[in-house]
């Protein structure tokens, strides 16, 4: 069914007070073409020059959210660390921009290791997360005499300590726990809960234990404790519990081993606007909570105050990034279900099929026109739960139109799978009116160039 255009005339209801029918379409930004465009630059022009999907990022974003986090600290004049959490958005190109702004960065695999070094993230700015690294990924990190790895699990320290011992050296560690705490989020994506794959549990006793092997290991050198709660969270909560528990910990590990950690680090997980019902806390506000929170149970725990780390991924590029489809087919089944089909879809996007993971839908070309349509908007792929955006309200769209999709710039590439075979997109930065590519597209030549045939 095609609605009576004037239902969804938001401008005819608003204006009567009786209808608040927003959506992230009206905060886009045009241009004189009446285009959307994203860091100064038009999307339709973006596309022609680079193809879609195409995934654009407006690099100011990116920059205010990482201002954001910091000045928090630096008002409060703590010592802190922020480290991007690369799994988010993995680019030589983003390592280069976050070195640049001062950031460490958190990497999971020798593959992010290998592109945080190639764009200049300096070797001790680095932390090495997982819960399976494998010994040759600990050899790299060794070798490259990284700020940290990030010890969870007891395997882990016996190849570590093999390493150290071969190349008769040192490495300073961090000792993850599971703290016990649920957070308010999507059970795939919640991780310090005691049943986490991550991690040292505290109630067995084996992260005291872990804590014990590291101080006795005369090669590594414990610099404190981290915690991560999950992802997609919305209020400080969470984070106020985590503090409660690490910071008890840490008097207890005070007061039984002498043990003092030089920092704290509470993770990432801060939440992201997708649609927009979706209310995070602002970055300051988290950060403002948690220092808060870390003063007052320092001191009353009379420990010495920790530098205090925190690993956003997600907020720091999740708004940034938009992506650019090619509207191609439709298929209506009146009273039924109306889809609009576009040459991208789960491969690079597979959020809302892992996760239900909502979006919003901008018709790029022409992002004030009236919407007069609900439409699901689906992908390319041979899968009934490729599918972008469940209720997308737009206007009556035309193959050849472009369609943004906003805030996939987190966890959209660096999940991207060649499923059937599909190139993945290119990735450009935009800002001042400038665009850079950043990632090139997957051409076929490229994914045939793994296949040895017979
Ligand atoms: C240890 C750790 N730190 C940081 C992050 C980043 O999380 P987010 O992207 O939600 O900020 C993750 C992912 O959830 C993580 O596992
Ligand atoms: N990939 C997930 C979050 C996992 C975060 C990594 N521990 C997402 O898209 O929301």
């Known amino acids: 069914m095609v609605f009576p255009a004037f239902l969804f005339n938001y401008n005819f209801f608003e204006k009567r007070g009786c209808l608040k029918l927003t959506s992230l379409s009206d905060e886009v930004t045009t241009n004189e073409a009446g285009h ?5 630059v038009d999307t339709l022009k973006l596309v022609s020059k680079y193809g879609s ?6 690099v100011s974003k990116i920059k205010s959210q990482i201002s954001h986090f910091k000045q928090a600290f630096i008002d409060a004049d703590v010592p802190y660390r922020v480290t991007y959490a690369s799994k988010a958005f993995s680019a030589v190109a983003m390592y280069q921009l976050v070195a640049g702004e001062g950031l460490g960065c958190d990497v999971v695999s020798g593959g992010e290791l290998v592109a945080a070094l190639k764009g200049g993230m300096p070797a001790k700015r680095i932390e090495f997360h997982g819960n399976n690294k494998l010994p040759i990924e600990l050899e790299m990190a060794v070798d490259a005499q990284i700020g940290c790895i990030v010890v969870d699990n007891f395997q882990e320290i016996a190849y570590l300590d093999k390493i150290l011992k071969e ?4 490495i300073s560690v961090v000792v993850r726990v599971a703290p016990g705490i649920e957070a308010e989020t999507h059970k795939y994506i919640s991780t310090g809960q005691e049943n986490s794959k991550f991690g040292f549990d505290v ?12 101080l006795d ?12 709660i999950g992802s997609q969270i919305f209020a400080a909560r969470g984070f106020v519990m985590a503090v409660d528990k690490m910071v008890s910990l840490l008097q ?13 680090n509470l993770g990432g997980g801060f939440g992201a606007r997708y649609v927009d019902s979706d209310a995070p806390s602002p970055a300051e506000d988290f950060v403002k909570q948690i220092i808060a929170e870390v003063k007052e149970k320092i001191a009353a725990a009379n420990l010495e105050f920790p ?18 489809y090619t509207v191609g087919s439709r298929k209506d089944v009146e009273g039924v279900c109306h889809f609009v089909a576009v040459d991208g879809g789960m491969g690079d996007n597979i959020r809302p099929a892992l996760y239900q993971a909502k979006y919003d839908a901008i018709l790029a070309n022409k992002p004030h026109a009236l919407k007069e349509q609900i439409v699901t908007v689906v992908g390319k792929y041979c899968e009934s739960g490729d599918i972008l955006v469940k209720d997308a309200l737009l206007p009556i769209t035309h193959p050849g139109d472009i369609l943004a999709v906003p805030s996939t710039g987190a966890y959209g590439y660096t999940m991207a799978s060649n499923y059937n ?3 993945r997109p290119a990735v450009v930065f935009c800002e001042d009116g400038q665009d850079k590519l950043i990632i090139r597209r997957e051409t076929y030549d490229d994914l045939l160039s793994y296949d040895l045939g017979l």
Not at 53 to 58: G, Q
Not at 206 to 214: G, M, R, S, Y
Not at 252 to 264: D, I, M, P, Y
């Open 421 to 423: 075979r599909n190139p």
């Open 53 to 58: 999907p195409l995934i654009a990022y407006d």
């Open 203 to 214: 109630h067995s006793g084996q992260a005291k234990k872990a804590l014990k092997e590291l």
């Open 167 to 170: 190349k008769d050296t040192t």
């Open 217 to 228: 290991n005369p090669r590594m050198n414990v610099l404190g404790v981290h915690c991560h």
């Open 36 to 40: 959307l465009t994203i860091g100064g």
């Open 307 to 324: 530098e205090i780390w925190i690993e956003p991924g997600r907020s720091l590029v999740a708004e940034a990034g938009s992506t650019l």
């Open 252 to 264: 207890q590990w005070h007061e039984e081993f002498g043990f003092s950690a030089k920092l704290l």
